[in-house]
């Protein structure tokens, strides 16, 4: 570029996002197979009660979901959290996965297309008699209940009631009100964060997070490398408390590592969710009551994987519980039936691969040697070295032939409709009080806009409806003409 201009390029991309609702279908039919219960127990962090209760280990009639892959080392996990980051890398993280249903000979049927469009089924959806689920009355008197989304299966949340009783929770403090007498019965303080609480009839389940405050390494027997629990890793914590003469006594608790995803307590057994990060630098597994979950018992669902997903079933009146992790992409919302939890995940990676088309675009304009350079950048992913290429090229050209050419790329470019290439993935897990068996997962395009996007159907049919986006692009850019300041005395600089 000659010296009298300087052209900057901004926000090449202007996305103008026309959101349109796409209603996809999915119909599974689920089979029983194996299950797995993978208990631990101990404590990560003590508390100022003595329960008078520890948490039970669950049988171990199978701890092996053969159907599914896991690790025999935790050498060999880490080698492989490790290969999927380099490909990450090499790719640019432009890796995304096309709207598919999988099936995984776990009792799906094979391999299809949803239809476009599929009549909805008129029969209403009801749920087995649920176990001590006692509706919104108790005696005359009616109450409101959170705002569930399956009947009998409830949903955590900071404010919750039997009827008899209100608790409320605020940061890390938990006060129970009479809401007849308005009189207090009960209050506690906690080391860390309530994230959420329940509240059955004669037991209070509260979930509090916190922050380790220092680095932790652990080193097993018969192990090359070291576990380790960075500085800032969250812990998940459970209290179980049991209301005993006029307040409530604590009967145990139970630690797990992550940040809770969600919860659904159904039947006396709460369900779970907690996901951590992978960090291929570091040598981090999910920990239970201070164990680590072992290598054997961490499952491959997902072949780009970005998270560990924990699972913990516990159930409350026993404290028998057991615990599954799975290494699979990001959390991004549940939903639960009476015999089915759906975990789904989105990948929103469509920015970046977008960003690789338009560049394409823009090659078609540019001369045999430099398209060509920015081409083999951009088939690897490697966008910034492809964006500079193209700097160095405009800055050859003057301002006439730079707007020249962005006038010509502007028009190819406004005359395209991108889509995002977002997607959902639902992992479909079948419940029986501790024990989950894996049944699949399907892939569609677009992304959930909330819980209520999903249903299941008379437990045979689940349907989704997602949101795709698609855009329309143009191309802004800006010449600013320099100018001389003078600084002090015979000094100049040219800006």
């Keep these: 570029m000659d010296g009298s201009k300087l052209v900057v ?36 962090y003590s508390t ?28 060999q996990l880490f080698e492989y959290i490790s290969t999927v980051y380099k ?38 959806a009801t749920g087995p008699e649920i176990e001590g689920y006692a509706g ?3 005696g005359e008197t009616k109450y409101s209940e959170t705002n569930v989304q399956v009947k009998g299966i409830d949903e955590p949340d900071i404010v919750k009631t039997n009827g008899k009783q209100i608790a409320i929770a605020w940061t890390n403090k938990l006060y129970v009100v009479d809401p007849n007498t308005y009189k207090l019965l009960w209050k506690k303080s906690f080391n860390s964060t309530i994230s959420s609480i329940y509240l059955l009839d004669k037991y209070l389940v509260v979930i509090t997070i916190n922050e380790i405050n220092k680095p932790l390494e652990l080193r097993l027997p ?5 576990i380790t629990l960075p500085q800032g890793t969250t812990n998940t914590t459970i209290y179980v408390y049991v209301w005993e003469d006029n307040g409530y006594k604590q ?13 659904r307590l159904l039947n006396n057994v709460l369900y779970l969710i907690t996901t951590q990060p992978l960090e291929p630098s570091k040598h981090i597994v999910p920990l239970v009551n201070n164990k680590p979950v072992p290598a054997n018992e961490i499952y491959v669902i997902e072949d780009k994987p970005t998270t560990y997903t924990n699972i913990l079933s516990l159930n409350i009146t026993s404290g028998e519980y057991s615990t599954y992790s799975f290494v699979t992409g990001p959390y991004s919302r549940i939903y639960m039936s009476y015999k089915y939890l759906i ?4 990948t929103p990676w469509y920015r970046r691969v977008i960003d690789i088309k338009i560049f394409k675009t823009i090659t078609k304009f540019l001369p045999d040697k430099i398209s060509q350079k920015i081409n083999e950048y951009l088939d690897v992913g490697k966008l910034e070295e492809a964006m500079k290429v193209l700097y160095d090229y405009l800055e050859t050209l003057t301002a006439e032939e730079i707007k020249s050419l962005f006038t010509l790329i502007d028009t190819e470019l406004s005359s395209k409709e991108y ?25 569609t395009e677009g992304n959930i806009r909330d819980q209520f996007s999903m249903e299941v159907y008379i437990e045979k049919y689940f349907v989704v409806a997602t949101t795709v986006e698609h855009y329309k692009i143009t191309l802004s850019y800006w010449i600013v003409s320099p100018r001389t300041i003078t600084i002090t005395g015979n000094r100049e600089i040219t800006v």
Excluded: C, W
């Design 48 to 75: 100022t009660e003595t329960p008078y209760q520890k948490p039970i280990e669950a049988p171990k009639e199978e701890l092996k979901i053969k159907s599914m892959a896991s690790f025999n080392t935790y050498s």
């Design 87 to 124: 490909k990450y890398e090499e790719l640019g993280t432009t890796v995304f996965r096309y709207p598919e249903i999988v099936a995984l000979s776990m009792g799906l049927r094979e391999s299809y297309k949803a239809p476009a469009t599929v009549a909805t089924p008129t029969v209403t």
């Design 419 to 443: 889509i995002s290439t977002d997607n959902t993935t639902f992992y479909v897990f079948k419940i029986n009080a501790l024990n989950l068996d894996y049944k699949g997962r399907l892939v």
């Design 251 to 263: 009967a145990y608790s139970i630690d797990i590592t992550g940040r809770p995803a969600s919860s």
């Design 222 to 226: 018969g192990e090359e490398v070291k």
């Design 9 to 44: 390029i901004g926000a090449i991309v202007l996305a103008i996002g026309i959101m349109i609702p796409l209603l996809s279908y999915s119909f599974f039919t689920f089979t029983a197979s194996t299950t797995l219960s993978s208990p631990r127990h101990e404590y990560i």
């Design 343 to 346: 975990i789904a995940s989105h």
């Design 136 to 138: 919104a009355e108790v």
